[in-house]
T-cell receptor, first 114, second 115 residues
């Protein structure tokens, strides 16, 4: 079963606007990761946030994590047409011995119009 | 440059046929993974391997088989027992790290269809 639920399923914005995507999960996690997928391609890792971190930045990306609400958000600021892609959250669940085994959400399709 | 190579990019399977998808990495990663992605869906884990000569079933292993004879290679066989094999298959790898805070690196996928 999918650990992460993403919201919205699809997001359409104009260039220059900010895009926010949300991810909720059910069990305790070791870390949460965000990935990007261009159409017909593999996934590219964007950012990893550990369970003891609350916020992380990378360029135009800002990720927050609220472990009490079991949720995370990805903010892309000043979006560009090249940001058009699907974005997935993935959780590395705490406990067990399966190092690095991730559970992916359904993804958010982002379309940025020029 | 280091990376993950999946081949072929497109593959067609006939009824009753087994097909094998190739995945090779030169990142010196211990762990490798196979995922299935259906249209508009997230990734579901088929099999994963944390070390050579060892692998574990993921969430949807039925109808699939793998081997891990070399660190660099993790081929996936889609058997005739998999009745709905049409999907996009993605291979990934990561370091096997006790800290467990490592991202996965992905290949560009193989799209499998039924003839």
């Amino acid at each position: 079963s999918q650990q992460g639920e993403e919201d919205p399923q699809a997001l359409s914005i104009q260039e220059g606007e900010n895009a926010t995507m949300n991810c909720s999960y059910k069990t305790s996690i070791n870390n949460l990761q965000w990935y990007r997928q261009n159409s017909g391609r593999g996934l590219v890792h964007l950012i990893l946030i550990r369970s003891n971190e609350r916020e992380k930045h990378s360029g135009r990306l800002r990720v927050t994590l609220d472990t009490s609400k079991k949720s995370s958000s990805l903010l892309i600021t000043a979006s560009r047409a090249a940001d058009t892609a699907s974005y997935f959250c993935a959780t590395d669940d705490a406990g067990g011995t399966s190092y690095g085994k991730l559970t992916f959400g359904q993804g958010t399709i982002l379309t940025v119009h020029p | 440059d280091g990376g993950i190579t999946q081949s072929p990019k497109y593959l067609f399977r006939k009824e009753g046929q087994n097909v094998t998808l190739s995945c090779e990495q030169n990142l010196n990663h211990d762990a490798m993974y196979w995922y299935r992605q259906d249209p508009g869906q997230g990734l579901r884990l088929i099999y994963y391997s944390q070390i050579v000569n060892d692998f574990q079933k993921g969430d949807i292993a039925e109808g699939y088989s793998v081997s891990r004879e070399k660190k660099e290679s993790f081929p996936l066989t889609v058997t005739s027992a998999q009745k709905n094999p049409t999907a996009f298959y993605l291979c990934a790898s990561s370091p096997r790290d006790r800290a467990r805070n490592q991202p996965q690196h992905f290949g560009d996928g193989t799209r499998l269809s039924i003839l």
